[in-house]
């Protein structure tokens, strides 16, 4: 079985789906959450498609009630292209589910009013995957583009913030025009837990980034971007200052004159190999 096949066991289906699914059935909505399982099913194989291409670490693929996850792990270290092709994979779909209903409508294997609910959802879901609210496709995209404008622990907080921003826009605009719709309160609360949750953990996030530059993992450097540091300045400090796609050379300085130079490695061997977390940029100056 190739790499593409290998998706198929990656594939889980949440528990709350099958409660959603029960209900559907009992209530006679079981064809509409059919429809959106499959829209949002080759959603997800985009996502996983294009990151098998390139060979990227899927560890799974969720389905749930609304929507889908596809679980990669990766840290931020690959090509901005690379990231780009696999965020967009997902919305892709839709493009070709919207170009694929009506020949099946003219073949005469789709009944006209299938297809306009498949339409529907199909728009609905795509438009829904672009607002840009993280882990959204639309939250992905703010935060890559911020993270080519700024070092990567910030993009990430840029990011959630942003996010948080239009989370709470969304809740204001449910509770005046919709504030009795449960599905829309259902899936803003999934929202909500899953962006507190992430912004708990952007610290565990940015070291795991560090971590595989330090072991040189899947790493890709499309420029060299030099830092300018003061000798009092942590460690901490300047790997904060790191950004994806980018070799660094710190250049080291104090009271108007140059002490001297380090490379990445040096900074990422000192902090994570030999548990140097309180040293600061003269001490490894001197040290050499």
């Not at 289906?13 to 959603?20: M, Q, R, T």
């Not at 959802?121 to 829904?128: Q, R, T």
């Not at 130079?261 to 000192?270: S, T, V």
Request: aromatic letters at 12%.
């Amino acid at each position: 079985m190739n790499k593409y096949g290998l998706l198929l066991k990656k594939i889980q289906i949440h528990p709350l789906f099958w409660v959603v699914a029960g209900i559907a059935i009992l209530t006679g909505y079981f064809w509409q959450l059919l429809f959106l399982f499959m829209i949002v099913f080759i959603h997800e194989i985009g996502h996983a498609a294009a990151a098998a291409h390139f060979e990227w670490k899927i560890k799974r693929i969720v389905i749930l009630p609304f929507g889908g996850m596809c679980e990669v792990d990766e840290h931020g270290n690959r090509e901005i292209v690379e990231d780009l092709i696999v965020i967009c994979a997902g919305p892709v779909q839709h493009l070709i589910i919207a170009a694929l209903i009506p020949v099946l409508v003219m073949l005469s294997l789709l009944p006209a009013d299938v297809a306009t609910q498949l339409s529907l959802y199909n728009f609905m879901i795509l438009m829904f995957n672009l607002i840009p609210v993280w882990p959204l496709d639309g939250g992905k995209l703010v935060q890559l583009y911020l993270s080519t404008r700024h070092p990567y622990i910030k993009a990430c907080r840029l990011s959630l913030m942003s996010s948080f921003a239009v989370l709470i826009a969304l809740h204001a605009m449910l509770l005046l025009f919709y504030p009795l719709n449960i599905n829309i309160w259902m899936i803003l609360l999934y929202l909500d837990i899953t962006l507190w949750t992430e912004w708990k953990q952007q610290r565990y996030v940015f070291i795991r980034f560090l971590l595989e530059r330090h072991y040189g993992k899947n790493i890709t450097f499309s420029q060299l971007h030099p830092i300018d540091a003061k000798g009092e300045e942590y460690l901490h400090e300047v790997l904060e200052k790191f950004k994806r796609g980018c070799k660094h050379l710190i250049y080291v300085g104090e009271n108007n004159r140059n002490l001297g130079k380090l490379d990445e490695n040096e900074i990422l061997h000192a902090y994570f190999t030999e548990k140097r977390v309180s040293a600061k940029l003269k001490d490894l100056v001197y040290d050499d």
